[in-house]
């Protein structure tokens, strides 16, 4: 997760006029990873291992890979979120709050009913399904997202702050990704 929050924190500053698209490119390939997660463990299953290192590297692979995207994913819905340093401290503690709450209940509902529920395999195309979902959601946001930075932009100093953010849904959607992807931690590590 650190890795990915530091990968992401710089990647926020390469493209920093696209950080919805990366979110939700990185939802996206979570969702995938998701997915195919059994496709790729029996893949990485057959791979002959002698050595306790090479089990290792195997292991973070499988692990890493997602685990590296989820780390991502604060860092840049903060920065997406924010307009600007003197907002991002309350932004961040919205963001973890709303990210941590869905994600305790998408690991009760995760071990408690979806596995038992609908098994692994199910469990597993549901919760990619939903984060592919929110990451076609984010990165269409983008550009609405670009339009009105520009425009709070414009707005000279003297104006009165507007009423209401049209992204107020968005935190509904990380509560979501935040269900989602503890929800499928769980599920990863039954399997």
């Known amino acids: 997760l650190a890795v990915g929050y530091f990968l992401y924190g710089h990647l926020s500053r390469v493209f920093p006029g696209s950080l919805f698209k990366l979110y939700g490119i990185t939802e996206f390939l979570i969702g995938v990873w998701a997915v195919f997660s059994p496709k790729i463990y029996h893949l990485l299953t057959q791979i002959p291992l002698n050595y306790f290192l090479a089990e290792i590297g195997v292991t973070l692979l499988f692990l890493g890979v997602p685990t590296i995207l989820m780390g991502g994913t604060i860092p840049i819905l903060t920065q997406a979120l924010s307009s600007g340093m003197q907002s991002a401290t309350r932004t961040h503690s919205r963001v973890y709050a709303f990210h941590t709450f869905g994600a305790a209940l ?72 935040g269900f989602v992807t503890i929800g499928l931690a769980t599920i990863l590590i039954r399997l």
């Open 106 to 177: 998408g690991s009760l509902l995760a071990g408690f009913y979806l596995l038992p529920r609908l098994g692994l395999p199910l469990s597993l195309f549901y919760a990619g399904a939903i984060n592919m979902a929110v990451g076609i959601i984010f990165y269409l946001a983008n550009e609405i997202h670009v339009t009105e930075k520009n425009l709070a932009q414009e707005i000279p100093i003297d104006a009165p702050p507007p009423v209401r953010s049209p992204y107020r849904w968005l935190w509904v959607v990380a509560f979501i990704s």
